[in-house]
């Protein structure tokens, strides 16, 4: 599903005031669920911008270590257990 805009995320809240959050979601065709998160947001934070993401934060962190001598070992890594 596509990311729902700022501008659009304000102008959802502005509609809640009024209309359910069925209603909202219909009126900006999006889904119920995702209405009701913008609202939860807005209420925790007050603001209706994404949570910034990790920097550098990947699927496999520790992958692959190499040491200084060039050995790989680490959880992913090919080596045999012993």
């Known amino acids: ?3 729902i805009k700022p501008e659009t995320k304000v102008l959802i809240i502005k509609n ?3 209309k359910s959050p069925a ?3 219909d009126i900006f065709n999006v889904s119920k669920r995702q209405v009701e998160r913008i609202r939860k947001r807005y209420q925790e934070t007050g ?3 994404d949570r ?5 934060n ?3 962190p520790m992958a692959v ?3 200084s001598s060039g050995e790989q070992s680490g959880r992913y890594s090919a080596s ?3």
């Not at 910034?52 to 550098?56: F, I």
Request: proline letters at 12%.
């Open 80 to 82: 045999p257990r012993s």
């Open 1 to 3: 599903m596509p990311k």
């Open 65 to 67: 270590k190499q040491s």
């Open 16 to 18: 809640l005031k009024s």
């Open 23 to 25: 209603e909202v979601a």
């Open 47 to 49: 603001d209706v911008h």
């Open 58 to 60: 990947s699927k496999f």
């Open 52 to 56: 910034p993401s990790v920097a550098g």
